[in-house]
């Protein structure tokens, strides 16, 4: 994976993130701002019929025809199909002074006086909100005292906020001495503005929102660009390990390094020609160099012995899978290269050691590092031998079909065999080996994540 693809990966996630947090942001926002209508209505309605409190004083202290009218006008003044639509007022013994509706609505007066349930009171401001024929209203009981000071709010039928201080201020030690009761109608254009405050609160949690994921993005990327230099380093060292650790197990088994590298080369292009996927390619490189790694626990009588083994000493030198897949087993990094180390000497017929694995059942590693191996080594010089031409070695595998060798694990190698065969000779030194191998390794291991 490039950083290229890195970057755009991050890019969707967040976007993606921040997509649905706006959402949620979004939704909850909407639906806390939906809950507010009931108190921003209610607030209107008592801004509103605090303008008549003086009109009521007046009346009361000098209770006048014309104080009354005046009273009466400022109510009827009131009247809209956006405020108020029904006004009363009455004195401290809830006896009618006066009473003003708007013309339209008076035939709706009865259905909205059994709509909403009756005040306590109190003395104390009250509101309830209600929905008639599609439409809101709120009924508002305000007490009028001597001072013309208002006091706290309580809210039937609904979730209550008070109101600010300077709205509800105390009005201890102060009799009541009236009573305003209103029908405020929310219309359609204090519906749209209370809904358009609710839409900017909105459209500003989002812009928030995104606003944030801006601002990360590049942080993000900044500590991916180091995770990653970290992470290259990290990966890298660890393939010098396994690469160092191989060509230790190879010099005391009497091996060479540049084995090591052409069986891991003609491994991998085998397992490319069938077709196997990175990962599986990962797991066999790392298996093609730790593949006996578990000869580190047999001892050197045995191991080093120019003789041939007894057959009790042979049993010994079988057990070198086993401890092979023991140390690697517990490296979360190394665990799938076991595949190659525990059973790279099981044959197709299950002839082979140490769990005598049958066709399917041997790892498709194991099958492929087996034939490469066997065939490097015909064709390689040895202090016992000379080595074969790649014609008589491609006959002794093709003779371990069946039998020693997969046959479609074969049948694959013999397309490529010779044409690998002729790129391995142009490397006379191991240090060409390893440069070509390095380019492998990097092919298939440089955007790897690692698990340590």
């Known amino acids: 994976m490039t950083k290229k693809e890195i970057h755009k990966i991050i890019f969707r996630n967040l976007l993606i993130g921040g997509l649905v947090i706006s959402t949620l942001v979004g939704s909850s926002v909407f639906f806390i701002e939906q809950h507010q209508i009931d108190d921003y209505v209610a607030k209107l309605a008592l801004q509103e019929s605090t303008k008549y409190t003086l009109y009521y004083s007046n009346y009361h202290q000098s209770p006048t025809q014309i104080n009354l009218a005046r009273l009466e006008k400022a109510l009827n003044k009131s009247l809209d199909d956006d405020r108020f639509i029904f006004i ?6 809830l006896k009618p002074i006066a009473a003003e509706s708007l013309e339209e609505f008076r035939q709706m007066r009865a259905k909205l006086k059994q709509a909403f349930p009756s005040f306590q009171m109190a003395g104390r401001t009250e509101y309830i909100k209600t929905s008639l024929d599609g439409e809101q209203y709120v009924k508002v009981m305000v007490p009028i005292f001597a001072n ?3 006091v706290s709010t309580k809210h039937f039928g609904g979730m209550f906020h008070p109101m600010d201080a300077q709205d509800t201020p105390s009005s201890e030690n102060s009799a009541v001495i009236g009573h305003f009761i209103g029908i405020y109608h929310v219309g359609e254009t204090i519906l749209s503005r209370i809904y358009q405050q609710i839409l900017l609160s909105v459209l500003y949690s989002i812009l928030i929102v995104f606003l944030t994921t801006l601002l990360v993005y590049p942080v993000i990327i900044q500590l991916s660009n ?6 290259l380093s ?4 660890n393939i010098n390990t396994i690469k160092s650790l ?10 060479t390094h540049a084995h090591n590298y052409r069986v891991t080369l003609y491994a991998v292009k085998l397992a490319e020609t069938l077709k196997l996927n990175m990962r599986e390619i990962q797991a066999l490189i790392k298996g093609a160099f730790l593949h006996d790694i578990g000869k580190i626990g047999i001892p050197d009588a045995i191991l080093c012995k120019p003789d041939k083994l007894t057959e009790t000493e042979f049993t010994v030198m079988k057990q070198h899978v086993v401890l092979g897949e023991d140390i690697v087993r517990d490296n979360r990094w190394l665990a799938d290269a076991i595949d190659v180390v525990r059973y790279h000497h099981e044959k197709y017929d299950g002839s082979g050691y140490t769990e005598g694995l049958k066709g399917k059942d041997i ?9 490469a191996d066997v065939f490097d080594a015909l064709t390689s010089k040895r202090p016992y031998k000379e080595a074969y031409p790649v014609e008589k070695a491609l006959n002794i595998i093709r003779q371990g079909s069946g039998n020693h060798f997969d046959p479609l694990i074969v049948k694959a190698f013999e397309t490529i065999a010779r044409q690998m065969y002729e ?8 240090s060409a ?6 380019g492998v390794i990097k092919c298939y291991f440089a955007d790897m994540p690692l698990t340590i």
């Open 88 to 93: 009363e007022v009455f004195d401290q013994q």
């Open 148 to 150: 013309n000071i208002l």
């Open 226 to 231: 180091k995770l990653s230099l970290l992470s």
């Open 234 to 237: 990290l990966l890298e060292s």
């Open 246 to 255: 191989g060509s230790a197990i190879a010099k005391r088994d009497s091996d």
């Open 363 to 371: 790892p498709i590693n194991a099958k492929i590092f087996a034939l």
């Open 423 to 430: 790129e391995m000779s142009q490397f006379n030194n191991e």
């Open 433 to 438: 080996l390893s440069q070509q191998l390095d």
